[in-house]
């Protein structure tokens, strides 16, 4: 299996507090941190919708190092992780847009950390999903742990200020705020439908991944 873990979580939000009252119309009787709590909410959904990191933030992402390459017949569900038997050339990065890779360890049996040299690989940022590709002479780390043997540490996101993210995306986040304000309190257990107009602003910037289960992310911190 593989891990992704947020190490530092992003310090703003898409949507100013401000913003948020506005396209609400809220009275002043309503506590800041109820509007903050709709915010990230929002943002949180939009992130899980689209398969994208909004705002930068930094990740430690953890693979599995596994030698055989056909996996046990009783095994149910997808392995993941680089195989170091295998012709793999390249990791993919489990949080889209890519800003950065800061490093890549790796974990002998031991449990002892070593920095898997640079030299070895370079970083592809420039798609939808980022990689770490492996250079021609390039080799992946050997004698490995099995569980979490490799930690990429990186960073994600549009950038630090909210006018970094796409205004479709932002202007979703309002929509979906909305959304939640006026169905709050809802306990007829009937099904509600999302306004048509959340998905259309947000399917452009929706990433599929294939050939892989979706990576679960692990919050420690979020915004201070």
Do not use: C
């Not at 974990?107 to 250079?135: C, Q």
């Amino acid at each position: 299996m593989s891990g992704l873990e947020i190490v530092t979580g992003p310090t703003i939000e898409p949507i100013s507090r401000t913003e948020g009252r506005e396209h609400l119309r809220l009275d002043d009787d309503i506590d800041d941190s109820q509007i903050r709590s709709y915010i990230t909410a929002s943002r949180m959904w939009a992130e899980n919708y689209t398969g994208r990191t909004l705002i930068s933030t930094t990740y430690a992402q953890y693979l599995n190092g596994y030698i055989d390459t056909t996996p046990d017949p009783y095994w149910e569900g997808t392995i993941t992780g680089p195989s170091l038997t295998s012709n793999i050339s390249e990791i993919e990065l489990a949080a889209s847009p890519a800003i950065s890779v800061t490093n890549v360890k790796y974990f002998k049996d031991d449990n002892t950390e070593h920095t898997w040299a640079s030299s070895n690989y370079y970083v592809d940022i420039h798609g939808d999903v980022g990689k770490i590709v492996l250079r021609d002479n390039g080799t992946f780390p050997s004698d490995i742990r099995a569980a979490n043997g490799i930690k990429v540490n990186f960073v994600a996101g549009y950038g630090t200020k909210p006018n970094s993210v796409p205004e479709p995306i932002r202007m979703a986040i309002l929509q979906y705020m909305s959304f939640m304000y006026e169905h709050r309190g809802d306990d007829e257990g009937r099904a509600i439908s999302l306004p048509p107009i959340i998905p259309t602003l947000l399917n452009p910037y929706k990433i599929m991944r294939f050939g892989s289960t979706p990576y679960q992310k692990i919050y420690k911190t979020g915004i201070s």
